[in-house]
Nanobody
Framework: QVQLVESGGGLVQAGGSLRLSCADS????????MGWFRRAPGKEREVVAS????????YYADSVKGRFTISRDNAKNTVYLQMNRLNVEDTAVYYC????????????????????WGQGTQVTVSG
């Protein structure tokens, strides 16, 4: 069973950095591709980044390329999102999600590809 718990959100000034973590309490984390999504106020959920089961492949939304880095540590059952040069448009609730089966070797970028979600962590960037 997949149970995802995000942490690391908070309030940061524009230009600052945060690192989000998402831990899975299950025993099959290495079988999942992992993704980070976000939902800003008044907007639809959007993909931020995703990573294949072994970290060999990554995907980034254009809006975060060069600023955010997704990584994972399968020994710790944890996926990370390092966010640098944050701006006010990055303010959102950030969610991690797990995808398995045919998706695990890829970098799925659609919410519908993911079968399990965390509860979300708030990131607020002040101008």
């Amino acid at each position: 069973q997949v149970q995802l718990v995000e942490s690391g959100g908070g309030l940061v000034q524009a230009g600052g950095s945060l690192r989000l973590s998402c831990a899975d309490s299950g025993r099959t984390f290495r079988n999942y591709a992992m993704g980070w999504f976000r939902r800003a106020p008044g907007k639809e959920r959007e993909v931020v980044a995703s990573i294949s089961w072994n970290g060999g492949r990554t995907y980034y939304a254009d809006s975060v390329k060069g600023r955010f880095t997704i990584s994972r540590d399968n020994a710790k059952n944890t996926v990370y999102l390092q966010m640098n040069r944050l701006n006010v448009e990055d303010t959102a609730v950030y969610y991690c999600a797990a995808a398995w089966g045919t998706f695990m070797s890829g970098t799925p970028d659609r919410a519908a590809d993911y079968g399990s979600w965390g509860q979300g962590t708030q990131v607020t960037v002040s101008g």
